[in-house]
């Protein structure tokens, strides 16, 4: 299960992701310089539907715009 802990604007500025630590199973998928998602595990990352990275795909499209609860609740 995938935690948002920092609170700040929720803006999807540049979304990347950086590996887990060692002795870690889950990494961080970052929307901006301060906020991240934790726990999620690489194979999660690089999961693909029809050519698509399912989940940079739904915070990409994103881009630019606020999250609401509802989209970080989904993620």
Known sequence: MTKYLIDGKHEVEKVHYTEPKKGEKAGKVWINNKQYFEG????????????????????KDRRGRILIKENIDHY
């Open 40 to 59: 999620v595990p690489p194979e999660i990352w690089e999961f693909h539907i029809a050519g698509y990275q399912v989940s940079h795909k739904l915070l």
